[in-house]
């Protein structure tokens, strides 16, 4: 009775008085105002207390096109649809994070990870080649997954190894060449394997020099500089790009080079403080974003745990809902974010406005940092279907095709943008 309810609704496209939706499903009122309940509480639908509305257009076309599937499941795997010659509403996002160049951290480097990286250079497998491989074969069957974007969100080394800033700056040199993209289009933030812990000892404010150094040497000439010294705020950016405002922030204010559990909370967990919110909100100048602009986030640090994390999650951001709200106060549409190796997705619907937090897959640490080795290689793409919509779509790598494949883990998912219809 309620998946009539919302799909009558839905079917009429206008608010439907709620007597004449019990008399044309032959409810009696009783058996109405139960069903209404509970369409109400799958969230397809709202009511005034006279009339019912109907489902928002992403949702209509999802019923249309499942109408013989339950409505009760609120996480909705659809299949992605597009069509070929049309431009996105923005450009394709391509999301990596967790790259890990180092010693023992990069998988890539490490024959026994993956197979392929021990044999003669003109065979090896390569991070760069596979993924720009698996982007042209999904360009050919999706002509707007090419990215136009690309999100680094932190870890482009491990431990901070100092010979390794190279290694990070030439893959992401390569990586926006070979996307015909320019180096602006490619965002970054750090990680805590950026910060140097020989030097926050012996010079707390350049610890995260690697970084500096890192961005100093990839960005072109005219591009801003970072200060060597770190100050609250001080490593936060603002990129626009078409319709896009991305603000990168940094995660890492408040980590010690030497965490120990006996503090008020694990000096590992990450922070953004209110001096850098404030440096953040004059970047962007105004509360509300320019008309048809989509405001994204980047940061390093888990705004929540997923499915996948077992056990309390003391990585999580600290004083994480007070940073949620200052993004809803913005209005911020996307959170992309890395740190602990798992993927997912979650929205999250408050004053009428959609906020949704996805969550990256590494595409680079070696096995036995991936939660206890259990989750694959992933990286993921979010690219426009609508002004008001959007899709993200996950890629595994298969180390027995040497190839990235769809993920067994998340399927394609629809994103909404904005506000609730």
Same mark, same amino acid.
């Given at each position: 009775?309620?998946?009539?309810?919302?799909?009558?609704?839905?079917?009429?496209?206008?608010?439907?008085?709620?007597?004449?939706?019990?008399?044309?499903?032959?409810?009696?009122?009783?058996?109405?105002?139960?069903?209404?309940?509970?369409?109400?509480?799958?969230?397809f639908?709202?009511?005034?207390g006279?009339?019912?509305?109907?489902?928002?257009?992403?949702?209509?076309?999802?019923?249309s096109?499942?109408?013989?599937?339950?409505?009760a499941?609120?996480?909705?795997?659809?299949?992605?649809?597009?069509?070929?010659g049309?431009?996105?509403?923005?450009?394709?996002?391509?999301h990596?994070?967790?790259?890990?160049?180092?010693?023992?951290?990069?998988?890539?480097?490490?024959?026994?990870?993956?197979p %392929?990286?021990?044999?003669p =250079?003109?065979?090896?497998?390569?991070?760069?080649? !596979?993924? #720009?491989?698996? *982007?042209?074969? $999904?360009?050919?069957?999706?002509?707007?997954?090419?990215?136009?974007?690309v999100?680094?969100?932190?870890?482009?080394?491990?431990?901070?190894?100092?010979?390794?800033?190279?290694?990070?700056?030439?893959?992401?040199?390569?990586?926006?060449?070979?996307?015909?993209?320019?180096?602006?289009?490619?965002?970054?933030?750090?990680?805590?394997?950026?910060q140097?812990?020989?030097?926050?000892?012996?010079?707390?404010?350049?610890?995260?020099?690697?970084?500096?150094?890192?961005?100093?040497k990839?960005?072109?000439? %005219?591009?801003?500089?970072? =200060?060597?010294?770190?100050?609250?705020?001080?490593? !936060?950016? #603002?990129?626009? *790009?078409?319709? $896009?405002?991305?603000?990168?922030?940094?995660?890492?204010?408040?980590?010690?080079p030497?965490?120990?559990?006996?503090?008020?909370?694990?000096?590992?967990?990450?922070?953004?403080?209110?001096?850098?919110l404030?440096?953040?909100?004059?970047?962007?100048?105004?509360?509300?974003?320019?008309?048809?602009?989509?405001?994204?986030?980047v940061?390093?640090?888990h705004?929540?745990?997923?499915?996948?994390?077992?056990?309390?999650?003391?990585?999580?951001?600290?004083?994480?809902?007070?940073?949620?709200?200052?993004?809803?106060?913005?209005?911020?549409?996307?959170?992309?974010?890395?740190?602990?190796?798992?993927?997912?997705?979650?929205?999250?619907?408050?004053?009428?406005r959609?906020?949704?937090i996805?969550?990256?897959?590494?595409a680079?640490?070696?096995?036995?940092?991936?939660?206890?080795?259990?989750?694959?290689?992933?990286?993921?793409?979010?690219?426009?279907?609508?002004?008001?919509?959007a899709?993200?779509?996950?890629?595994?790598?298969?180390?027995?095709?040497?190839?990235?494949?769809?993920?067994?883990?998340?399927?394609?998912?629809?994103?909404?943008?904005?506000?609730?219809?």
């Amino acid at each position: 009775d309620a998946q009539s309810i919302v799909r009558e609704a839905a079917a009429a496209g206008t608010p439907t008085p709620i007597d004449r939706l019990a008399a044309s499903l032959s409810m009696g009122a009783s058996q109405c105002s139960k069903a209404l309940r509970i369409a109400l509480a799958s969230g397809f639908v709202r009511s005034d207390g006279n009339s019912v509305s109907p489902p928002g257009k992403v949702i209509a076309r999802w019923l249309s096109r499942y109408s013989s599937q339950p409505v009760a499941p609120l996480l909705m795997v659809p299949s992605i649809t597009h069509v070929k010659g049309l431009r996105p509403a923005f450009p394709t996002i391509m999301h990596l994070t967790d790259l890990h160049f180092g010693k023992e951290g990069h998988a890539w480097d490490q024959p026994g990870e993956i197979p %392929g990286v021990g044999r003669p =250079p003109h065979d090896r497998v390569k991070l760069l080649d !596979t993924l #720009v491989q698996d *982007l042209k074969s $999904l360009q050919d069957e999706h002509e707007s997954l090419w990215p136009g974007i690309v999100i680094v969100s932190g870890d482009l080394l491990f431990q901070c190894h100092k010979e390794s800033v190279k290694q990070a700056v030439d893959f992401l040199s390569n990586l926006s060449s070979e996307l015909g993209i320019e180096r602006s289009h490619v965002v970054l933030c750090p990680g805590n394997h950026e910060q140097n812990r020989k030097i926050f000892a012996e010079e707390p404010k350049a610890q995260l020099a690697s970084y500096t150094e890192i961005w100093n040497k990839f960005y072109p000439s %005219g591009f801003r500089l970072l =200060p060597l010294e770190w100050s609250p705020g001080g490593y !936060t950016h #603002v990129y626009r *790009l078409e319709n $896009l405002e991305i603000l990168s922030l940094n995660s890492c204010e408040d980590l010690d080079p030497d965490p120990s559990p006996n503090g008020s909370y694990p000096k590992e967990q990450g922070y953004i403080g209110l001096q850098q919110l404030q440096v953040a909100g004059k970047l962007l100048g105004q509360e509300q974003p320019p008309a048809g602009c989509i405001r994204v986030a980047v940061l390093h640090h888990h705004l929540s745990q997923h499915q996948w994390a077992s056990g309390v999650d003391y990585s999580i951001l600290r004083e994480v809902e007070r940073v949620i709200q200052w993004l809803r106060r913005f209005h911020f549409d996307l959170v992309f974010h890395g740190h602990q190796h798992c993927v997912g997705l979650q929205t999250r619907v408050e004053d009428g406005r959609y906020l949704t937090i996805l969550a990256g897959g590494s595409a680079g640490v070696a096995s036995t940092h991936r939660w206890r080795g259990g989750m694959p290689l992933m990286y993921q793409l979010v690219y426009s279907v609508e002004p008001n919509q959007a899709m993200r779509i996950c890629r595994s790598f298969d180390l027995h095709a040497e190839t990235w494949v769809a993920s067994q883990y998340e399927k394609p998912r629809e994103i909404p943008i904005g506000l609730l219809e």
